[in-house]
């Protein structure tokens, strides 16, 4: 089904109530906790950056994310504990969404140089609507997150049946076999949950963020500056990019890497910074997200 | 082997009508004895009794059943100048069971130590919005929605019994998922129709993403 | 635990005692409170609870507890005009609890007979399966393992005299529970040394999910 009108008139009004006036619900984080970007094309909280992008109104092209990643650990610098993990947790899914659309935007993919390409533009829509589709579901969590906190609260009778009637209970059919049951029981004990908050989407979890890292350190500390694109040579899956991109922030954080794009769009160029780096340092990156 | 316990029961609740009428002169109407076996079995009931289990317990009609449990739910809240009791009934997952009434949740939380799941990560979340609203989906399909990978996520909602395996795709073998009746429960609602509308939004834009 | 509220509430019964009909503004004497508080505390109480237990959850002296209490049996009882209940409120081995009313015994076993599977759910038969490998276990440790609340799961073993109760940790009061001989004989084992040798924790959990 194609959007609606209606589709469309709801977005915009979920949209565009969030950056100043969210009703205590999903956008409030950016716009009340206030991650704002300063961008020569936007200034403004992150959340309105998004929200004028669904709206066409900006031109996702017209942002370099570098910039927008380098404004947002600075100010990520800022939080503490908590917060942070939950900001950037919320940053990063942003992040690779948007990085997501822009390779599918911008980058030629075979013989689809050309911008004004029909079916570039085509893709372009099909990822616009991913972005919104995104947010609805997003908004909807928070409805989900608060109604499970609502009722776990909430006490159901459930006791013991009583002895008299227990005896009605049907006889146990005992179907599973020794072999089964140390089966289920290797079942039950492997871990279901990364136990870290909310970023064990960050990450295909057959893709090591630390194994990418280390790829990437080698390659840098060889002196020579490298490209993202040279980076991400020879990776064969999105997953692999993501963490490469993933692991480039990591090691910024460490004051490893330093970043250099000299116009929008332009090549995006890294460059080893370590003052005293060892391999001690690759064992704990990407820790934070489970790697 | 319903309709034998059917007819078997349906002696029961005449037997029991005949012995209230003899304690209680004004006889009680059969709409109250069905009312007083329902609660009967909510006292015991460990998960949400359905309108047509109850009826089949009972040996009533559904329409009867149905009434008598509106009629018990505004007994309870007091509605009718009875006492607001400090339980209610709700329809919540497809059926109806009896609860403490919100108020009285503090004071029972201190009696009783229920021990209660840790939360779910945001990204659980979301990625439950995505199949509660989606389903029955493909775990490629709500990668593709979500744009990372899923799996770990939809491994933790199965272990937590908030979705299920609803089907395979007999042509590509993948497992499409949906939610189970206790998600439902676990939100406080008795269907997916009570989820927010949000669905305009949702049939574009998964068009041209492969289902891997 | 109880205490703190315990002895912020105890003031205000001590005040309250005798003036019941002037501290009913809002036309609900306090009385007619504490019943509606144990209602809601009876209502989700797996075992009787003692007078002097419902006493220090609800913060209120034992008289009145005492009271309340006898007003409700009156009340359930139907002997006052009120409707007599599906369920009666009884003291049993030094405490109260609800039960189903005799007379429907026979409309409550039909229910339980239809509706108590003869196979263990699959999430009971995990919980079986983490209880025999990590016993004694408390719920809570099960519950931390499983990522789910288990309480009714380990309910349903009790009831099938599948897990019994070791012993209750005299620290945190948590009851841990141990398999039992019928489940050897289930699964055909005389000890539970024969239990085929797992080591947990080395999947990685990917095994099985690897499809899509």
């Known amino acids: 089904m194609a959007p609606s009108p209606e589709a469309d008139a709801q977005v915009d009004a979920a949209v565009a109530s969030a950056p100043d006036a969210a009703p205590a619900e999903t956008t409030n984080e950016d716009a009340q906790r206030g991650f704002r970007v300063h961008l020569s094309s936007f200034d403004g909280p992150f959340d309105l950056l998004l929200s004028l992008i669904s709206k066409r109104e900006l031109d996702i092209t017209e942002i370099a994310l570098s910039a927008v990643t380098d404004e947002f650990l600075t100010y990520l610098r800022g939080l503490d504990g908590e917060d942070e993990l939950e900001e950037a947790s919320e940053f990063l899914v942003v992040a690779v969404t948007l990085l997501d659309w822009k390779i599918a935007s911008l980058l030629p993919q075979g013989e689809l140089v050309d911008a004004e390409d029909v079916a570039l533009l085509e893709a372009r829509d099909l990822l616009f609507a991913r972005l919104l589709q995104y947010r609805a579901f997003k908004e909807a969590s928070a409805w989900f997150a608060e109604r499970l906190a609502a009722e776990s609260g909430r006490h159901a009778r459930s006791v013991r049946l009583e002895d008299r009637f227990r005896e009605r209970t049907p006889e146990l059919r005992w179907t599973t076999s020794l072999d089964d049951f140390a089966a289920l029981a290797l079942l039950a004990f492997t871990p279901r949950e990364i136990p870290v908050v909310g970023l064990d989407h960050l990450h295909a979890p057959l893709i090591s963020i630390r194994e990418q890292a280390a790829h990437v350190v080698s390659l840098l500390r060889r002196g020579e500056p490298v490209t993202f694109r040279q980076l991400i040579a020879g990776a064969d899956q999105k997953g692999v990019i993501v963490a490469r991109f993933l692991a480039l922030l990591e090691l910024y954080r460490h004051a490893a890497v330093g970043f250099e794009q000299l116009e929008p769009l332009g090549e995006l160029t890294v460059r080893w910074t370590a003052e005293n780096w060892s391999d001690e340092n690759l064992v704990n990156l990407g820790a934070d997200y489970g790697q | ?212």
């Open chain 2, 1 to 212: 082997m319903a309709s034998e316990q059917t007819s078997a029961e349906m002696a029961a609740p005449a037997a029991i009508d005949g012995t209230d009428v003899e304690s209680a002169p004004a006889g009680i109407p059969d709409e109250v004895a069905t009312e007083r076996a329902l609660e009967a079995i909510l006292m015991i009931a460990d998960e949400p009794q359905s309108v047509v289990g109850l009826a089949a317990g009972i040996g009533r009609p559904v329409a009867d059943v149905r009434r008598a449990l509106a009629a018990l739910v505004a007994d309870y809240d007091g509605v009718a100048g009875t006492p607001r009791r400090g339980f209610e009934l709700r329809e919540v997952g497809g059926g109806w069971r009896l609860y403490v009434r919100a108020e009285f949740d503090d004071v029972v939380r201190d009696v009783v130590h229920t021990q209660s799941p840790a939360k779910l990560s945001q990204a659980a979340l979301e990625t439950l919005a995505v199949i509660a609203y989606k389903q029955p989906i493909s775990r490629g399909a709500i990668a593709s929605i979500r744009a990372v990978n899923v799996d770990s996520v939809v491994r933790t909602l199965l272990g937590r019994g908030l979705i299920t395996e609803a089907f395979t795709d007999s042509e590509t073998g993948a497992i499409h998922y949906a939610t189970t009746d206790l998600l439902l429960t676990q939100l406080g609602i008795n269907s997916l129709d009570e989820l927010p509308k949000i669905s305009p939004l949702l049939d574009d834009g998964s068009r041209g993403f492969d289902d891997v």
